[in-house]
Each structure stands twice: as structure tokens, then as C-alpha cells.
């Protein structure tokens, strides 16, 4: 299969049209919308799954391992599996192409599905998807507001990643009142996000929760840099809570990795985000790879190849959303070299206990998503402001 990024906005329709040969918006497909609704092909169960022909409409940009690589590779999979093609256009942050890209995608006619993601998306989807009531659309890792009854054409899907805050805050819960190297006397953790959205707040509050799950007396600093791009402030946010106490800083921001700069720098345990950070950069950093403990990571793959599978067996549930617990694997805490070597065996015993219990459906974690002011203060107010 081709991988074909367009410059949807310097494209009119009639140029698509009188380009015959294009199907999508450039290129040759390996499928097309008649395959998949003639047949399709079958799994090993039985079941049959139509061709789709895709429009991946990109936040950002491909390439260099990031999560949307990895939608890109489930949206892949699918097409070379069971047929049809994928199309990408890539906004590369500039938010000003959103909306003008799905719906110069939608006016094409020839996509059986429009896929993109993330928060900043869902109101240029939203828009969209109104003036397109017979263009299918998914967004994943955000969360489409269907109660009004809106939206029949759409579907959302998130992960939990509560569930993954919640894990890795009764880890650092169990550490910083451990004999770990590095944890000191002081019960006190960290956390730095990025900015304050309802996807950080969703991990800020699980986090608090998985540390009072574990001792309700650790003290939990939080702050806010203001955006994702500002390492050097997440550097010293996270600096500025170690010497405050916290021996344990975990980092939800796309500078994740300026926090683990700062355990370096000064003998603490970092926790990064979205990509297992200590095995991307052991091979460069070792020493700071020696300072993450873990990282939670959304899988982006699991999250997305399922609803293709819905999609293209004729099952999908239309106008609806969904989540993937981390029982099904919709997050990971991960489990590498540097975790075995920083974690003690008897920290490890407790935390699998709490991961099994998590597992098995016995614990609970607040949200942040649909949750009113009034929820989410309630508990913040378990933690401090910093």
C-alpha cells in the first residue's frame, strides 16, 4: 500500500475531478469502496470485514514515532488485511487547517471513513460532521458529546488513562516510602503537566487517587506549565518540587523528558508519558534512562484497529463512545529494564497487587471527562498546588 500526504487546501474538487484517475485524492488504491461492500475478506472467526477507504486527517505530522504513527499503522494493517487505501493529510499543529481539512475531505465523497484525533479536534469534527450527516467519521483519544442525540455519523473512543495515573501514583506512593535509592525521608511526590485540560486533569486526578490509595498522608505538589513546549520550565517545575520534597515527579507533557533532565540532574525518579522514553533514549542517554522509572503509554495502535474492525464488519455503534480500560490494555505502565532495576522486589509485590486489583475490575478512579468543576476540585483539594 502508498501512503500519500495531500495539500488539501491548495485542492479544489474540480481539479480531483478532472484528475480521473485519482481515487481519494491522489494515487492508485489498492482497493476501493465497491471491494469491500461486494465481500470483503474474512478473519480466522468468520467474520467478514469490508474494504474502507480512509482519510487519516493528521493534527500534526507522520513520522519520528509518534502516537500517530502508530494510528497510522492500525489504519495500514487494515487496508493491506482486508482491502481498500489510506490518505493522509497532515496539518502539521496548525490549527487554522482542522476543520477546513475534514471538510474539504468530506466534500470528496470517496472515504468511507474520516479519521483523526485528540481534543482540539472535536469541535472542528463536530462542525463537520453536521454538514455531512452521510460521511462516516471516528476521532480517538477524545471524547465526542452525544447526549443531545447529535452526531450519528461520528464515533469517539479514549483509552482510560485515569486507570494508568491512578497505577503510577500508588507506584510513587509505594517508592517515596521505600528504601529505594533515592527516595528520602520526606512522604512527598510530584506532578508537572502540561496545561491544565481536561485529558491532564483526567491523569492529575488519577494519580492523586492512586497515592492516597497507598497512604493518604504523601503529599502530592502539582503544577501547570502552560503549554507543551516549554522545557526548560518543566525542568525546573519539576527541580523546584524536588527540592520542595518530592522524590518522585511524574511528567504528562510533550517535554516530558525535561523532567527527567532534572532527576538526573538532581537524584530523583521521573515518570514520562504516551511513549516508553527510558527504552527510546537508553540508547543515547543512559543515565537519564536510569532515572525514569516508567512512563504511561496509551496504545494507540489497540485503540484504534478495533472500531476499523467494527467499522468494516458492519457492527459499529454509531453515535456513540467508548473506552478501553487498561484491563483490555488501553494503557501500559511500563515494564522494562530500568522499571526491574529502580523498583525493589518489595515495592513490586505491592504494586502488582494494586495493578491485579485494577485488572480485575475492584478499583474505581475518578475522571476528569464529564466530571463538573465541583468533582474535579474535590480532588484536587487531596493534593497541593505548587
Known amino acids: 500500500m502508498k501512503k500519500r500526504s495531500l495539500k488539501l487546501l491548495s485542492m479544489t474538487l474540480a481539479l480531483v475531478m478532472l484528475l480521473g484517475m485519482l481515487t481519494g485524492c491522489g494515487g492508485n488504491n489498492n482497493g476501493d469502496k465497491d471491494s469491500g461492500s461486494n465481500g470483503g475478506n474474512s478473519d480466522n472467526g468468520g467474520a467478514a470485514y469490508d474494504a474502507l477507504n480512509i482519510m487519516f486527517v493528521v493534527t500534526g505530522s507522520l513520522g519520528g514515532g509518534t502516537n500517530n504513527d502508530d494510528v497510522y499503522s492500525a489504519l495500514s494493517d487494515y487496508t493491506t488485511a482486508y482491502g481498500g487505501n489510506v490518505d493522509t493529510v497532515e496539518c502539521n499543529m496548525d490549527t487554522s487547517l482542522y476543520e477546513s481539512s475534514l471538510v474539504q475531505s468530506a ?64 507506584l510513587a506512593a509505594l517508592m517515596t516510602t521505600s528504601d529505594a535509592p533515592l527516595a528520602n525521608e520526606q512522604k512527598t511526590v510530584g506532578f508537572v503537566g502540561a496545561i491544565e485540560s481536561t485529558a491532564i486533569l ?37 527541580t523546584t ?3 520542595s520534597g518530592a522524590d518522585v515527579v511524574f511528567a504528562v507533557s510533550s517535554s516530558d523528558l525535561a523532567a527527567a533532565d532534572a532527576a538526573l540532574e538532581n537524584d530523583f525518579y521521573a515518570i514520562c508519558v504516551d ?76 504494586y502488582q497487587k494494586i495493578a491485579d486489583e485494577m485488572a480485575a475490575g475492584k478499583i474505581t478512579v475518578s475522571t476528569a471527562f464529564g466530571a463538573s468543576t465541583e468533582e474535579i476540585d474535590a480532588v484536587k483539594a487531596l493534593a497541593a498546588p505548587f
Do not use: C
Not at 489497540?302 to 494503557?331: C, K
Open 241 to 243: 518540587q524536588h527540592n
Open 275 to 350: 511513549a516508553d522514553e527510558a527504552t527510546n533514549i537508553a540508547g543515547t542517554s543512559r543515565e537519564t534512562a536510569e532515572h525514569i522509572m516508567t512512563s504511561v503509554v496509551k496504545d494507540y495502535y489497540n485503540m484504534v484497529y478495533p472500531i476499523l474492525e467494527q467499522v468494516g464488519s458492519g457492527t459499529a455503534n454509531w453515535g456513540t463512545h467508548s473506552y478501553v480500560p487498561y484491563a483490555d490494555g488501553g494503557v501500559i505502565v511500563a515494564d522494562n529494564e530500568f522499571f526491574r532495576s529502580i523498583v525493589p522486589e518489595s515495592v513490586m509485590t505491592e
Open 202 to 238: 483526567d491523569f492529575l486526578m488519577g494519580y492523586i487517587e492512586g497515592v492516597n490509595y497507598v497512604d493518604s498522608s504523601i503529599e502530592v505538589l502539582y503544577s501547570f506549565v502552560g503549554n507543551h513546549n516549554d522545557a526548560p520550565l518543566t525542568k525546573e517545575i519539576a
Open 107 to 170: 466534500e470528496m465523497g470517496e472515504y468511507d471513513l474520516i479519521v483523526t484525533g485528540f481534543g482540539t479536534m472535536v469541535e472542528p469534527l463536530q462542525n463537520t460532521a453536521a454538514k455531512f450527516p452521510d460521511q462516516k467519521f471516528f476521532i480517538f483519544d477524545t471524547a465526542v458529546d452525544f447526549t443531545a442525540g447529535d452526531f450519528k455519523n461520528v464515533m469517539s473512543v479514549q483509552v482510560l488513562q485515569n486507570e494508568g495515573g491512578f497505577l503510577v501514583g500508588a
